[in-house]
């Protein structure tokens, strides 16, 4: 028992560390390099109320928002989010001027606006860029293929346009050994084709919905595919879903509000699903039954998640499958 309550008391601090909160570590001193971008990105930003302890004193003693290696005083985590600021504001190019940072999260910021800066290539180390929730416009630009070390990228609730760039898919390639790669671009505008490349990507988390993808993307899909979230719902999506093959990995799959054609593959009755919805598409012929996935227990899965196809049958919906 004692011991259980060190490691929750313990997972706590970790947390603390690393929500970037006002409040948190902080640094006790960063390198004047640092130091001096901080206080071009808080007047780029328009001195905005969250990062008001960035006063001019010397060092960043007691600066929210920011994380610092002990050894080098460089920043390596820069956390800035849930302000609302007075006016409409861009990321200031100043952004690439810490060129340590391996986690940037600008998020929550209604007022954040106009497109991601190229300057954020500078930022050779990050493996962590979460920028959601703001108002971003322009692309997802091509050139954040450039950070070879990125394992997350969140760019979900922006009006980002345009499409995917392919190279995006590219930015994998040289890096020996990365962790779990996450993927989100969900309720943008984004619009074409899902790049071709991110089939071969071994993708762990991929969050596409909401925006007015079109084409194939079957090639997410496959039996030995790591993914265990894929949702590319309430897109303009339009491929043959009876080819697609269906990892036991995948939990929680969405692809509702499409165009998705075909029959239901048989393993999905062999996936034990968190979270699953086909509704609203143009599939066809009879739902799997038996196995793990419990497509038909209304406590699991349930008809809603099949409503609104072209001519899907049996259980759980109402209608019977008719065999010739
Ligand atoms: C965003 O900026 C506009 C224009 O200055 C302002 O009217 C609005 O209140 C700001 N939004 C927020 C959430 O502060
Ligand atoms: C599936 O999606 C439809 C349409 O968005 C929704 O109405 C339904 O509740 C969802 N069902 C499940 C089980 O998620
Ligand atoms: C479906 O089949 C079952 C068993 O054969 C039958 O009892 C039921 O009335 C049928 N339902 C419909 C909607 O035809």
Known sequence: MGSLLILIASL?????????DPGGPG???????????????????NNPYIIISWEENGNCKDWCCIECDDAT????????????????????????????????????LPNLTGPIPPSITNLKKLTFLRLDYNSLTGPVPAF?????????????NNKLSGNIPESLSTFLSGVVSRPDLYIDMSRNQLSGGIPAGFGELDITSLTLGRNRLTGDASMLFGSKKGAYVIDISRNL???????????KKLTNLEISHNRIYGSLPKELSQVYWQIFNVSYNRLCGEIPSGGTGRLQDPDRVGASAFVHNKCLCGLPLPNNCTRN
């Open 12 to 20: 706590l601090t970790l947390f603390s560390f690393s929500t970037g």
């Open 237 to 247: 999506l339009e491929f043959d879903f009876s080819k697609v093959r269906i990892s």
């Open 73 to 108: 005083h460089r920043v390596t985590s820069l956390d800035v989010g849930g302000d609302t600021f007075k006016q409409p504001t861009n990321i200031p190019a100043a952004i690439g001027d810490l060129p340590y940072l391996t986690s940037l999260t600008l998020r929550k």
């Open 27 to 45: 640094c006790n001193s960063c390198h004047p390099d640092d130091y001096n971008a901080l206080l071009r990105i808080k007047k780029g930003l």
């Open 144 to 156: 954040l293929s450039e950070l070879r070390n990125l394992n997350s990228l969140r760019l979900s």
